[in-house]
């Protein structure tokens, strides 16, 4: 029994390792947009979508996001903070870490981000990243594993590059593409453990502009304070549908709703449903996904916090 149990933990770990640095999304906002926010990128999560969204962040924010995947196997945490510099842009920085809960793999992810604006209309921005795989080398199942012993860490680095353009009141436009440099983060010499390019494109429109049209006082003020997003993603072979919508119907609450659709090499639905309490600088994000398939084995929570100073 014992042995099965370790065979069956190892297992786990490997198919965690071989799916390394997978796009889960940072962020219980923007994921509660269904993971669209390549043009929206305007908080403390924007250099994980888009680094050109930080030269449009005019504030200092700072953000934290606790997750749990696969009913509790995967534990994955990431705080960040961005900083604008004046007339040389904004820099950012951020820290995540992801770890199966036993311990016995973990993957660190660091991330240094630069953005500008240029003209109030355009912007450009720049991620440095830097990939860590670590399987703890004093576990005895990792030990006796010959697949470990060359050597059970092993790390990377890799650069993005984003572009976000305003051309019009309202609209806005958002380019991406992570990983631009191969990243291998196999732990054998043997093999290679590829992370892939990501590539993501997409709208967004504020409603405000269009509320003026409506004659309902209590619905033209929800669409004041709402927007949606759309947006298409490439990655290892799968293509990635994205939508979702914010409105504000207090100066203190959110909600949004979000849609997935992957299809490729695999196909999977998601469907979210967030919100937001602001108190002053202070701004706690939720989120409830799922996941096609069994709720029971799919549904995710996450839990974020943003400050702004």
């Known amino acids: 029994m014992i042995k099965w149990k370790v065979c069956l933990l190892l297992m786990c770990t490997a198919q965690l390792a071989l799916a390394g640095f997978s796009d889960y999304g940072i962020g219980a906002r923007p994921l509660g947009f269904g993971g669209a926010f390549v043009a929206l990128a305007d908080d403390g999560n ?33 705080v960040s903070a961005v900083v604008p510099a004046g007339s040389i842009g904004t820099i950012g920085a951020s820290i995540g870490i992801l770890g199966e809960k036993n311990g016995i793999y973990q993957e660190q992810l660091i991330t240094v981000s630069y953005g500008k604006s240029f003209f109030q209309r355009f912007a450009l921005g720049s991620n440095l990243r830097s990939f860590t795989t670590n399987f703890d080398q004093e576990n005895e199942s990792i030990k006796e594993n010959p697949y470990f012993q060359e050597k059970q860490s092993a790390s990377a680095s890799s650069i993005d590059i984003g572009l976000m353009a305003k051309p019009i009141t309202g609209l806005s436009v958002g380019l991406s593409v992570e990983n631009l440099l191969p990243v291998d983060i196999a732990i054998s010499n043997s093999q290679q453990d590829v992370v892939p390019k990501n590539v993501r494109i997409g709208v967004g429109y504020k409603l405000g502009g269009i509320a003026t049209l409506i004659q309902q006082e209590s619905l033209r003020g929800l669409l004041a304070s709402g927007q949606g997003q759309v947006e298409i993603a490439f990655r290892d072979g799968n293509s990635h549908l994205r939508i979702g919508a914010e409105v504000w119907v207090s100066e203190s609450v959110a909600f949004r709703t979000g849609y997935g659709l992957k299809s490729g090499v ?44």
Do not use: C, W
């Open 46 to 78: 924007a250099a994980s979508y888009n680094a050109a969204g930080l030269g449009f962040i005019e504030q200092s924010q700072f953000s934290g996001t606790h997750m749990q995947r696969f009913r509790g196997l995967v534990n994955h945490n990431q």
């Open 266 to 309: 695999n196909n999977v639905t998601s469907m979210a449903l967030g919100t937001s309490l602001k108190f002053s600088m202070v701004r706690l994000d939720y989120v409830f996904q799922v996941l096609s398939g069994d709720l029971k084995n799919n549904a995710v929570q996450l839990y974020s916090l943003n400050l702004i100073f």
